[in-house]
């Protein structure tokens, strides 16, 4: 069974928030080959704006201490890089000084999905930046549960029958399933609520896994405003699963996310080319990229960077105009979040200050 682990983590960035440093990258890509063909088999380091990226491919299976050992490794031999050319945030996604056998619940983000390999498996990795882990809700609902988006779902006998999407309450810390199509009702009166209500994994039918994200949300694991989740995301295609191009074709589609700027605005989410994922624009707006490999005895065969194409060119246009128009509404909702979702910013210290002011109506 092949194992593919994408660990992720905002270990200090320049300038600002803006981007991973070089010395970052190759500190990773030189811990992690040194992993090879011992602890794993294969890996690839990339970054979305200033989130380090580990992809890592390995026969462990989900949630073993030795690969997220490695991958907590690599992030505090950065981060004392990124101390050391007063990077912008170092380490600010690790919110503890030592390790504990996992790194869920210790600020990085983790996608893990164990799969045995067919004859030909596609792979396709989603980093976004400057956004939640329910930002992926609406993209992943397209992939499997709208024959819109994905004729597969129609015309092929093995996804005729639909798919399984495990949901996660991050708030009340429980799980519950859907089937689609005979739950998809149910299931988007959940997931329409990005924010507590989070796609972990999607399967078809009989079992197969076809997609993983990552869950953790900062602010609840830290108890005050730390960063935005920037999560992580992978998916299975083909051989009765949606195609590539079925997979990223939602991604076409303006959406409106929660991040951008301190985490607390709404902005579309735009997707790019690696080479373009670097925010800028009022620290953003949000970004996705997509590498996409074939998984060959557990090597990493690839990437391709996804977004890299011209035919992305419109929504990334559509993307500036939605900015420009969010933008100006300045503090005022709905570019800024709601006050439930700004829990973690000065707003309670304000409040605070102001009790002996209010006065009854």
């Known amino acids: 069974m092949t194992t593919i682990s994408v660990i992720k983590a905002d270990v200090g960035s320049f300038p600002g928030h803006s981007r991973v440093h070089p010395a970052i990258l190759e500190k990773a890509t030189e811990m992690l080959r040194k992993a090879e063909g011992n602890l794993i088999t294969d890996s690839f380091v990339t970054h979305c704006g ?6 890592m491919t390995h026969t462990h299976g989900e949630d073993d201490p030795g690969i997220h050992k490695l991958a907590w490794d690599v992030f505090i031999e950065c981060t004392a890089i990124a101390k050391d050319l007063k990077l912008y945030g170092a380490g600010q996604d690790l919110l503890s000084d030592a390790f504990s056998g996992n790194v869920k619940g210790m600020g990085p983000g983790v996608a893990e999905m164990v799969f045995e390999e067919r004859a030909s498996d596609p792979v396709l990795v989603f980093m976004a930046d400057k956004t939640e882990p329910g930002a992926w809700n609406y993209y992943l609902y397209k992939m499997f549960a709208d024959p819109f988006n994905t004729p597969g779902l129609v015309i092929d006998p093995a996804m005729h029958e639909g798919f399984v999407f495990e949901v996660h309450d991050v708030i009340d810390k429980r799980k519950v399933h859907f089937s689609t199509p005979e739950e998809s009702h149910k299931l988007l009166a959940y997931i329409g609520a990005p924010s507590r209500y989070l796609i972990k994994y999607v399967y078809r039918k009989d079992g197969l896994i076809a997609a993983s994200t990552s869950t953790q949300r900062l602010n609840l694991i830290a108890g005050r405003y730390v960063g935005k989740d920037d999560p992580v995301m992978v998916v299975r295609g083909q051989s009765g699963l949606p195609s590539v191009g079925e997979l990223i ?53 690839g990437p391709v960077d996804m977004f890299d194409d011209p035919a992305y060119d419109r929504v990334r246009s559509k993307c500036n105009e939605i900015a420009d128009i969010l933008r100006a509404h300045g503090p005022f909702e709905p570019h800024r979040l709601s006050l439930e979702e700004m829990e973690y910013t000065t707003l309670p210290i304000v409040e605070k200050e102001l009790t002996d002011r209010w006065e009854p109506i």
């Open 50 to 55: 200033d989130d380090l990226e580990l992809i």
């Open 249 to 301: 074709e939602p991604f076409a589609t303006p959406v409106i996310v929660a991040g951008w700027m301190r985490g607390s605005h709404h902005g579309p989410f735009m997707p790019v080319g690696l080479c373009d994922a670097n925010c800028t624009r009022f620290d953003g707006p949000p970004r996705v990229i997509c590498l996409g490999f074939q998984i060959c005895n557990g090597k990493l065969i």
